[in-house]
T-cell receptor, first 114, second 114 residues
Framework: DAKTTQPNSMESNEEEPVHLPCNHSTISGTDYIHWYRQLPSQGPEYVIHGLTSNVNNRMASMAIAEDRKSSTLILHRATLRDAAVYYCILSYPLTQGGSEKLVFGKGTKLTVNP | DTGVSQNPRHKITKRGQNVTFRCDPISEHNRLYWYRQTLGQGPEFLTYFQNEAQLEKSRLLSDRFSAERPKGSFSTLEIQRTEQGDSAMYLC????????????FGPGTRLTVT
C-alpha cells in the first residue's frame, strides 16, 4: 500500500485559512489522492479526492503538486467545527487492478482556536 | 435516506460470547465496507462487498469474524467467541461503484469485551 506522511498536529485560528500538507513520494500513476476527516466520536467523513488536477468542492480545495508527490488540503475559513483528525490516503480503483479499501494512517489532528 | 446507519451503537459483552452488528448503507450504494478502529489509531480495513459478493478480506479478519450481505443491501458482522482484543469501534461505510465517489461512513458500533 502506498504511504503518505502528514504532520501529527496543526493549529489554526477561527476564520483563517488552513493548509494541511501531505507527502506521498511513492505515488503511482493510477493512485487517487483522498482526504477524509474524523470529528471526535464520529465515523470518518469524506472530504475530497482527485487524481492530477486541483479540485474544489463545498467543503474544501485540494492542490496537487505537478509531480503528484505531495498535496495540500485547503480549508478556506476554518471554523470550530473543522477541528478533527484529517487523513490523506492513496488508493487506486478495483477497475484498474487496485483495491477499494482505504488505508488510514494516523492523520493530522487540527485544532482550531476561537 | 440520511446516511449509513449502524446498530447497535454500543455493545458490552463478556469474553467468549458471540456478537452481531448490523449496517444499513445508503440505499443506492452497491459497495459496503467494514473497518475497525482502536483508540488513537486510524481505521483498519476488514472487508468489503460489491452487491452480495465479498470481494476482499483483510488478514485481520480471523476465522472468528464473518460478514454477510445476503441481498446486497444491509450487512452483518459477527464475531464469535469474543476476546478482549476485539474491543474497538466497528465502522461501516458504503459507496457507489464508480471512480469518482468517496466512502460514506456510519457512526460506528463500539464494542467492549469484559
Amino acid at each position: 500500500d502506498a504511504k503518505t506522511t502528514q504532520p501529527n498536529s496543526m493549529e489554526s485560528n477561527e476564520e483563517e485559512p488552513v493548509h494541511l500538507p501531505c507527502n506521498h513520494s511513492t505515488i503511482s500513476g493510477t493512485d487517487y489522492i483522498h482526504w477524509y476527516r474524523q470529528l471526535p466520536s464520529q465515523g470518518p467523513e469524506y472530504v475530497i479526492h482527485g487524481l492530477t488536477s486541483n479540485v474544489n468542492n463545498r467543503m474544501a480545495s485540494m492542490a496537487i503538486a505537478e509531480d503528484r508527490k505531495s498535496s495540500t488540503l485547503i480549508l478556506h475559513r476554518a471554523t470550530l467545527r473543522d477541528a478533527a483528525v484529517y487523513y490523506c490516503i492513496l488508493s487506486y480503483p478495483l477497475t484498474q487492478g487496485g483495491s477499494e479499501k482505504l488505508v488510514f494512517g494516523k492523520g493530522t489532528k487540527l485544532t482550531v482556536n476561537p | 435516506d440520511t446516511g449509513v446507519s449502524q446498530n447497535p451503537r454500543h455493545k458490552i459483552t463478556k469474553r467468549g460470547q458471540n456478537v452481531t452488528f448490523r449496517c444499513d448503507p445508503i440505499s443506492e450504494h452497491n459497495r459496503l465496507y467494514w473497518y475497525r478502529q482502536t483508540l488513537g489509531q486510524g481505521p483498519e480495513f476488514l472487508t468489503y462487498f460489491q452487491n452480495e459478493a465479498q470481494l476482499e478480506k483483510s488478514r485481520l479478519l480471523s476465522d472468528r469474524f464473518s460478514a454477510e450481505r445476503p441481498k446486497g443491501s444491509f450487512s452483518t458482522l459477527e464475531i464469535q467467541r469474543t476476546e478482549q482484543g476485539d474491543s474497538a469501534m466497528y465502522l461501516c461505510a458504503s459507496s457507489l461503484a464508480t471512480t469518482s465517489g468517496g466512502q460514506y461512513f456510519g457512526p460506528g458500533t463500539r464494542l467492549t469485551v469484559t
